[in-house]
């Protein structure tokens, strides 16, 4: 009875539900300046997009959790890259890619 009414009076916190975006298969590694790398990824599940959450897996264990900070295809800038397309990732304070890496992109939305 109490959560129905602080519901009533907007007062109970709404539910953040973690929503997977889309997966990408680490391919290749390249130097992108001083002690920054990008990966080279395929893009396997769904879509990739700029500014997006990211985990980074390897062997099913998480390694990083950042947001994406630059996403490429080819030498252009591109806000989002589809399943079955190749394109390059730099990810916020993240350097330690290997090939072989699961990229898993995720939001928060509210739940109903």
């Known amino acids: 009875i109490d959560d129905v009414t602080k519901a009533l009076k907007g ?3 709404p539910v953040q539900v973690e929503v997977i975006d889309g997966r990408a298969e680490v391919r290749a590694i390249f130097p992108a300046g001083r ?4 990966a080279g990824i395929y893009v396997t599940e769904s879509k990739v997009s700029r500014g997006a959450l990211v985990r980074v897996r390897r062997n099913k264990e998480i390694i990083s959790e ?8 080819f030498k ?7 399943t079955g397309y190749e394109c390059g990732v730099g990810i916020e304070g993240f350097n330690e890619f290997e090939i072989g ?6 939001r928060f939305e509210e739940a109903d």
Do not use: C, G, Y
Not at 35 to 38: H, N, Q, T
Not at 66 to 73: E, W
Not at 76 to 82: A, F
């Open 76 to 82: 252009d800038d591109v806000r989002e890259v589809t």
């Open 11 to 13: 007062m109970l916190e």
């Open 66 to 73: 950042s947001t994406v900070n630059s996403l490429k295809r």
């Open 101 to 106: 890496d699961t990229l898993e992109f995720f």
């Open 35 to 38: 002690r920054v790398k990008v």
